[in-house]
């Protein structure tokens, strides 16, 4: 089944050591979001690819940066984790509607809950 | 601005009562989508429904209903005869249509308890 992979599903790291959390699609979807979502909250967008256009929301900190090799991965880094910056962390994706002429539906990811010790 | 208003933070009910989980939107795009989606404590956000602007009629989906009224801005969603694994929380959400991409504005999310 065509589906949206998020590994691992849970990370633990510690107050300032870089971690890394991956995003893949079979979709082949254009667009890859990531949302950050603290408890008891809705989802909050932190950034968007289209394609290899990344796109920053306004108020993300710079301490949030992404990368995205090819249409099927994405990947999260935080550079300097805080404890702020426990959260479940959610990917997504979604057609574009430039070429698809449709607002489509965004699919998501398990999700990677992240520990700050 | 877009907007999306789940006033209900929390709602329990015993298995095999109906349930109904509300949502308002405001926008002032003339064309626009809004979604329902499932959160189960496992985390993972499972798309029910989408319903663009222009379709205001009623769907059913098994157990599932959705009331669309475009006059009151509220896309409401009910489950009937609800079962235990109906708890999660529920998300309404509204795309704005961006060059590239649709963005979605999310309501707070209902927690739906569903006792045995």
Request: proline fraction near 5%; aromatic fraction near 16%.
């Amino acid at each position: 089944d065509a589906m949206v992979i998020q590994n691992p599903r849970y990370q633990v790291t510690q107050f300032g050591k870089p971690v890394t959390l991956s995003c893949s699609q079979t979709l082949n979807h254009n667009v890859m979001y990531w949302y950050q979502q603290k408890s008891s909250q809705a989802p909050k967008l932190l950034f968007h690819y289209y394609d290899k256009d990344f796109n920053n929301e306004a108020d993300t900190p710079d301490n949030f940066q992404s990368r995205r090799p090819n249409t099927s991965f994405c990947f999260l880094d935080i550079r300097s984790p805080g404890l702020g910056d426990a959260a479940m962390y959610l990917c997504a994706t979604s057609l574009d509607p430039v070429t698809s002429g449709i607002t489509d539906t965004q699919y998501f990811g398990p999700g990677t809950r992240l520990t700050v010790l | 601005a877009q907007k999306v208003t789940q006033a209900q933070t929390e709602i329990s009910v015993v298995e095999k009562e109906d349930v109904t989980l509300d949502c308002v939107y405001e926008t002032r795009d003339t064309t626009y989508y809004l979604f329902w989606y499932k959160q189960p404590p496992s985390g993972e956000l499972v798309f029910l429904i989408r319903r663009n602007s222009f379709d205001e009629q009623n769907e059913i989906s098994g157990r599932y209903s959705w009331n669309f009224q475009k006059s009151t801005s509220s896309f409401n969603f009910t489950i009937t005869a609800s079962q235990v694994v109906d708890s999660a929380v529920y998300f309404c959400a509204l795309s704005e249509r961006l060059y590239n991409f649709n963005k979605f504005y999310f309501g707070s999310g209902t927690k739906l308890n569903v006792k045995p």
